[in-house]
């Protein structure tokens, strides 16, 4: 290589590093609230838009507006208190059973407004299923555990059809070689990541389009939680997932698309490996870096 080229050569690369660090450099202000990113996607299996949630005078949620996209991980992280696991209750409407709580804007699911007065909540939950940060199998033995919501709402035809359901649902959990040999024995003997999983089961078990995850490893040891990790990113071929987790390392595993919130506000979205290499908002870059959370 010339001496020409080589000094051609070192200012390029010296360019590159320079516009990076001047990208990195120009973040959006601290107090600028307005969301920033890639919270639209294209063709989405579910729209919310200027969600706002109250508990009687206290606003934890501020008109936020975001997409969940088919067949995709969507993590949101922020810290704690920051609104995250309240947003996700509105996506089912598990917020309903808070006293004092009052949801406005649209959420949106099969071109249906689920805050609608006349939508069931019942089979909604059954379409937009939740794993909560504890394990919580039902009193029951593990095939009961799978079986109860497929029976509930008739997604059986025959014994041999749930039967069926209740195999294949603990199969896509991971679960069946481990538990088929005793599936009358009670799922709260199960260890704590078989527990989870048969929860996932159970979930799943209905036929969701979308499953909601609060949390669900934090519980978990670090086996079971790379266990579950694994089974997360095989389901999302079939659902789409939104998971609310505080281990940011465990968002940057398993989500495609990552959401920010602090103090109720959604403040960035984007492709998860941007938001943890260069963020836009100086807010998300001092929760990533550890100055505050």
């Known amino acids: 290589m010339s001496t020409l080229e080589t000094t051609v050569s070192i200012y390029d690369d010296f360019a590159a590093v320079k516009a990076k660090t001047e990208s990195r450099s120009r973040k959006v202000d601290r107090d600028n609230r ?24 206290k606003h934890a949620i501020k008109n936020v507006s975001i ?10 992280i922020g ?43 019942v089979p909604l939950r059954a379409q937009v299923g939740m794993v ?8 029951k033995s593990i095939y009961d ?9 008739g997604l059986a035809s025959s014994r041999t059809e749930l039967a069926d359901i209740v195999e294949d649902s603990l199969k896509r959990a991971g679960l069946w070689n481990e538990v088929n040999d005793r599936l009358d024995k009670p799922g709260t003997g199960l260890s704590g ?21 609060d949390e669900p490893c934090s519980a978990l040891d670090p086996i079971a939680t790379a266990t579950v990790e694994e089974l997360i ?3 999302k071929e079939q659902y789409s997932i939104v998971i609310v987790t505080h281990n940011m390392q465990q968002a940057a595993r398993v ?3 990552t959401a920010y919130f602090h103090l109720g506000d959604l403040v960035e979205v984007g492709q998860t490996d941007r938001i943890f290499t260069n963020p836009s908002h100086q807010l998300t870059e001092d929760y990533i870096t550890g100055r505050f959370g």
């Open 34 to 57: 307005e969301t920033v990113g890639m919270p639209f996607v294209a063709n989405p299996r579910m729209t919310c838009r200027q969600v706002n949630v109250f508990y009687g005078e």
């Open 67 to 76: 997409d969940i996209g088919k067949n995709e991980v969507l993590a949101m």
């Open 79 to 121: 810290p704690s208190g920051c609104g995250k696991s309240t947003f996700l209750r509105c996506l089912n409407r598990m917020n309903d059973t808070v006293a004092g709580c009052r949801v406005t804007g649209e959420i949106h699911l099969d071109n249906r407004n689920i805050y609608d007065g006349n939508i069931d909540v």
């Open 132 to 139: 909560f940060q504890k394990p919580n199998p039902f009193p």
């Open 145 to 153: 555990n799978v079986a109860y919501g497929p029976k509930i709402h």
């Open 193 to 213: 990541g078989q527990q989870q999983r048969l929860c996932i089961a159970r979930a799943i078990a209905v036929r969701p389009e979308i499953i909601l995850m």
């Open 233 to 235: 990113s095989g389901l």
């Open 255 to 257: 989500s495609q698309r």
